[in-house]
């Protein structure tokens, strides 16, 4: 029983920036891997950024220098700072967690998933 709530998206001009916050249920956040993947309207699911349980990152190439991911264990909560926002970032971002092992590209090794939030960059 793991909730994921993001918050945090909305509309900004290319350029910008915005920060997405996920908070997690439960008393073991600190033992999961988290994730965010995006989707964008006609377009797959696809992977974002990554942080593991010990504090390991990983990126997409069409983020990395861009993004951040980040995770305060004592909130329970993981973060994406978003800069240098492009159109093509639009999309609605899902936070995502696993157990212990996971494949931080695929979206099949992640067990739990939030409601997802809307990012919407213009230009």
């Known amino acids: 029983q793991v909730q994921l709530v993001e918050s945090g998206g909305g509309s900004v001009q290319a350029g910008g920036s915005l920060r997405l916050s996920c908070a997690a249920s439960g008393r073991t956040f600190s033992s999961y891997h988290m994730g965010w993947f995006r989707q964008a309207p006609g377009k797959e699911r696809e992977f974002v950024a990554a942080?593991?349980?010990?504090?390991?990152?990983y990126y997409a190439d069409s983020v990395k220098g861009r993004f951040t991911i980040s995770r305060d264990n004592a909130k329970n909560t993981v973060y994406l700072q978003m800069n240098s926002l492009k159109p093509e970032d639009t999309g609605v971002y899902y936070c995502?967690?696993?157990?212990?092992?996971?494949?931080?590209?695929?979206?099949?090794?992640?067990?739990?998933w939030g409601q997802g939030t809307q990012v919407t960059v213009s230009s």
């Open positions: 995502a967690a696993a157990l212990r092992q996971f494949a931080y590209v695929v979206p099949a090794t992640y067990q739990y």
């Open positions: 942080v593991s349980f010990d504090g390991r990152t």
